[in-house]
């Protein structure tokens, strides 16, 4: 069904149209002739008339049905009475393409139901002017509870899509974030050991290699930043104390672990470890000190992830791309992230992230 749907909507409008008035004009002129009967040549053109409009029941679908009624009656009223199917499709047509006006389309289709009957010298009872209603409202509701099933779906594309759209543009974000996670990080490292290395006027040949060193470990982390983006290839909380021990020429940290005899989901983990690496960065770019504390700790199935440093800076954080990144990544796990000043002096980073509905 969906199949006979997708190639009639592959037709163009003005194709569709031709089709359906050659279609019913086929089943007004197939029917009598199932019966033997014979289509004189009158009510072979008062029905090719009347089937006429249907090719305008898109654009003008009010005016389609009102030329095929009045055909229809024409040729009631000529003697050469034609088949009613075409002014049935065109009730139905505009019942379906109308937006509003279907109580008045009711109505006219009664009134047409009505006439036709006195045209066929029918007596007008209540009975037969209820039945006349029940057929009038027979197409409109058709008409009506396709068009309902069609907005619907057409309503359901949209979200489908929408929601694409959204998983596209939470993806964008995640590769952001990697990329500058993993990239950005080792980056601002090098450029931390030239600089140090420079004001130190340590001799450039060691310095250069540690260099080297750090850029080969920018190129591997790049080289696994697909297996990262996966999930399967994402840092743990074990692989703290080797992100410290890299960064202990520009900036000393001290870790404390506690979790409890907890292992937190692999998701929050990986998310933990982003968020203390960004975070040390930040200091390591922004702060004046060598010195930073890091307190990850498991409590009331949370993980709670604080960075502190003695440095001078105060007053309302900067929403750069490190902030953002990791308060993204908190929320993705329905956790929260704050950072600015913290009591006294230096700066604070908290972030607390639930390790139920994780992928635990």
């Known amino acids: 069904m969906n199949t006979v749907a997708v190639r009639w909507r592959a037709f163009p409008p003005l194709a569709q149209d031709v089709l359906i008035a050659l279609g019913v004009l086929c089943?007004?002129?197939?029917?009598?002739?199932?019966?033997?009967?014979?289509?004189?040549?009158?009510?072979?053109l008062w029905t090719v008339a009347a089937c006429v409009p249907l090719l305008w029941r898109r654009s003008l679908p009010l005016s389609s049905v009102a030329a095929t009624g009045a055909v229809t009656l024409g040729s009631l009223w000529g003697g050469s009475p034609a088949s009613p199917w075409a002014a049935m499709a065109a009730v139905f047509s505009a019942a379906y393409h109308l937006r509003r006006h279907r109580i008045v389309l009711v109505l006219a289709a009664t009134a047409w139901m009505i006439a036709v009957a006195a045209l066929r010298d029918v007596p007008i009872v209540p009975s037969g002017v209820l039945t006349s209603a029940g057929l009038a409202v027979l197409p409109v509701?058709?008409?009506?509870?396709?068009?309902?099933?069609?907005?619907?779906?057409?309503?359901?594309r949209r979200l489908v899509e929408s929601e694409a759209g959204r998983a596209r543009a939470r993806e964008r974000n995640r590769v952001a974030r990697e990329v500058h996670d993993l990239v950005g990080h080792q980056l601002s490292a090098i450029r931390l050991r030239a600089l140090g290395s420079r004001k130190a006027g340590i001799d450039a040949v060691p310095a250069l290699g540690a260099i080297a060193d750090l850029a080969g470990e920018a190129l591997g982390q790049v080289r696994s930043l697909v297996d990262v983006l996966r999930e399967d290839g994402a840092h743990s909380l074990s692989d703290l104390d080797g992100l410290v021990t890299g960064m202990r020429e520009v900036l000393r940290a001290d870790i404390?672990?506690?979790?409890?005899?907890?292992?937190?989901?692999?998701?929050?983990?990986a998310a933990a470890y982003r968020i203390v690496e960004e975070a040390l960065s930040n200091v390591a770019r922004h702060a004046s000190v060598r010195r930073a504390g890091v307190t990850v700790r498991s409590r009331d199935g949370e993980v709670v992830i604080t960075v502190d440093d003695d440095g001078e800076r105060g007053g309302k954080p900067l929403e750069g791309n490190g902030i953002r990144g990791m308060r993204e990544r908190a929320a993705a796990l329905g956790g929260t992230?704050?950072?600015?000043?913290?009591?006294?002096?230096?700066w604070r980073v908290r972030a607390t992230i639930p390790c139920a509905g994780s992928g635990s």
């Open 27 to 44: 089943v007004s002129l197939g029917l009598p002739a199932l019966d033997g009967a014979a289509i004189a040549v009158d009510v072979l």
């Open 141 to 156: 509701s058709l008409g009506y509870a396709l068009r309902l099933h069609a907005d619907r779906a057409d309503a359901m």
């Open 256 to 269: 404390v672990l506690d979790l409890g005899g907890h292992d937190p989901p692999r998701p929050v983990q």
């Open 337 to 346: 992230l704050s950072a600015g000043p913290r009591d006294g002096c230096g």
